[in-house]
């Protein structure tokens, strides 16, 4: 990414469209582009924090040079929501991968009917109605305020954990 004159150039392809009265060479290097007056943006990682989102907004001149700008909204709490049930979801696929599984539902799915992985499946189905039924249950202690938000790192580690 490239700016000039106030302006954001994604592309080579861009600066070449805004000097079309131009002659420029066939490969533009970061030498040439800088001679022209183009300034290299600089990237810089997202300062969003874990209930934040972030979005590039445009550039911002410090000391003359050019540095991605960044746009921190709070996540909604759907987004919260969903942020949460991924790495519940997380939690039980590695637990039964960590057991020879596919994924929870492959583990469970043995526990219907007599076969040597039957004990196990039965136990992967109690714990993984157990983990939701807790986890459920504090998400509608946040949405209603009776319990502040923990962070996901804090959240995962007050699940059930497995007895199998």
């Known amino acids: 990414m490239w700016y000039k004159n106030e302006k954001i150039f994604e592309?080579?392809?861009?600066?070449?469209?805004?000097?079309?009265?131009?002659?420029?060479?066939?490969?533009?290097?970061d030498t040439f582009l800088e001679s022209m007056g183009y300034l290299k943006v600089i990237d810089r990682p997202s300062p969003a924090k874990e209930y934040?989102?972030?979005?590039?907004?445009?550039?911002?001149?410090i000391n003359g040079i050019p540095y991605l700008k960044?746009?921190?909204?709070q996540k909604t709490q759907e987004e919260i929501v969903q942020?949460?049930?991924h790495n519940i979801q997380e939690v039980l696929d590695?637990?039964?991968q960590s057991k020879g599984y596919d994924n929870i539902v492959s583990a469970c799915s043995y526990a219907g009917y007599a076969n040597s992985f039957q004990i196990e499946g039965e136990a992967f189905g109690i714990w993984r109605a157990n983990v939701w039924s807790y986890g459920y249950a504090q998400l509608d202690l946040i949405k209603s305020g009776g319990r502040t938000l923990p962070s996901v790192k804090e959240f995962i580690a007050e699940l059930p954990k497995f007895e199998g």
């Open 83 to 85: 942020l949460f049930k």
């Open 94 to 96: 590695l637990k039964a």
């Open 11 to 29: 592309s080579h392809l861009s600066i070449r469209e805004d000097n079309q009265d131009v002659s420029l060479p066939s490969i533009l290097t």
């Open 52 to 61: 934040e989102n972030a979005s590039c907004d445009g550039v911002e001149l």
């Open 70 to 73: 960044w746009k921190i909204e």
